[in-house]
């Protein structure tokens, strides 16, 4: 039997909560340009809605980092697949990600990116799953603290599928 899909979080809440996540943002930054710095693929979708969201100057990049593979688990491995476009060195940065679960993709980013220098340097997760974290990373702005399931949809996926959903579903494996 196929897995099922088992909404969680349907697209009207989503977009909801990252309207206020905008308007929190936009208050919270000095004047200038803030440059949001999206983690390919899970968070385009995200980072598309986040940025309209914010009510100010940004620059939009993207950096690639992988360490699932396929599976439904980190492998603890992460690689760069993509680097930034252009420098961040005395820029105000928000790493914008989908869902952080072990932390170990968050917590490799920061340190790489903290050497870059930028002038400030945080996180916007749409999407948190405490109870599996390993590595301590500090989330300055989250959409959603989600319970110990494998979600998909909103940009997230499983083997690549699911990405194009609107809402946010937990994967259910057949019984
Ligand atoms: P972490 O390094 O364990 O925090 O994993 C972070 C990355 O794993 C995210 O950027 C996602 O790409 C992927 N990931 C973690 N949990 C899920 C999930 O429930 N669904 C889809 N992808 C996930």
Redesign the pocket.
């Given at each position: 039997m196929a897995a099922g899909l088992r909404l969680l979080i349907p697209e009207e809440k989503i977009q909801a909560r990252i309207r206020e996540l905008g308007r929190q943002i936009a208050q919270d930054y000095p004047e200038g340009v803030l440059y949001l710095v999206g983690?390919l693929k899970?968070a385009w979708i995200f980072l598309a809605d986040l940025a309209r969201a914010i009510e100010r100057p940004v620059r939009i990049d993207f950096i690639g980092i992988s360490?699932?593979g396929t599976g439904k688990s980190?492998s603890g491995e992460v690689k760069l697949t993509k680097d930034l476009d252009c420098s961040i060195e005395g820029e105000d940065v928000l790493i914008v990600?989908?869902?952080?679960?072990?932390?170990?993709?968050?917590s490799y980013l920061l340190h790489v990116l903290a050497q870059r220098k930028p002038r400030s340097l945080r996180v916007a997760a749409l999407l948190d799953?405490p109870s599996r974290r390993t590595a301590a990373v500090d989330l300055a702005y989250v959409g959603f603290q989600i319970p110990d399931a494998?979600?998909?949809g909103y940009g997230?996926?499983?083997a690549e599928q699911y990405r194009n959903l609107r809402d946010v579903y937990a994967l259910e494996e057949p019984s």
């Open positions: 983690i899970g360490s699932y980190t990600e989908d869902i952080v679960d072990s932390g170990v993709t968050l799953k494998f979600v998909v997230l996926d499983y």
